[in-house]
């Protein structure tokens, strides 16, 4: 799960989701066909992080309340325990919740800090990046 913890004040807005979404607060979420989507372990473009939960139905898109990223820091659950050489990397999604600080292929999340001791936490704080097309 993705926890807000600066620069978050002021920015929430509601945005639909596309159909068939499971979200639960702390998802990251991604742009789909105009609608937003629960971000996965391949996703490169992470915008906006979901502030509660919303299923949809496979008709109808709901709103969800949800903080854009960009210039947000995040307290991120990971997939594993985190080394102190992860400090300082991009790491990508594990799933729509979680980081998975060993994984570089995507670079989705800047890892700033390990909370808690490393070889031990499951926890960081970082940043969303944004993705840039080549």
């Keep these: 799960m993705f926890y807000p913890q600066l620069y978050d004040d002021g ?18 979420l991604v742009w789909a066909g105009g609608y937003l989507a629960a971000a996965g372990a391949t996703s490169e473009d992470i915008r906006y992080v979901a502030m509660e939960a919303v299923t949809t139905s496979d008709v109808q898109h709901t709103e969800c309340l949800v903080l854009p990223v960009m210039e ?9 325990v985190v080394s102190i050489v ?44 944004r993705f840039t097309a080549t």
């Design 72 to 80: 947000v820091r995040f307290e991120a659950d990971c997939d594993g």
């Design 11 to 28: 920015k929430l807005v509601k945005i639909p989701l596309a159909v068939s979404q499971t979200i639960v607060k702390g998802d990251a």
């Design 86 to 129: 992860d400090r300082g990397t991009y790491a990508d999604l594990a799933n729509k919740a979680q980081i998975n600080p060993d994984a570089t292929l995507e670079k989705v999340f800047m890892i700033e800090e390990i909370v808690g001791k490393e070889e031990v936490s499951k926890t960081v704080r970082g940043y969303f990046v």
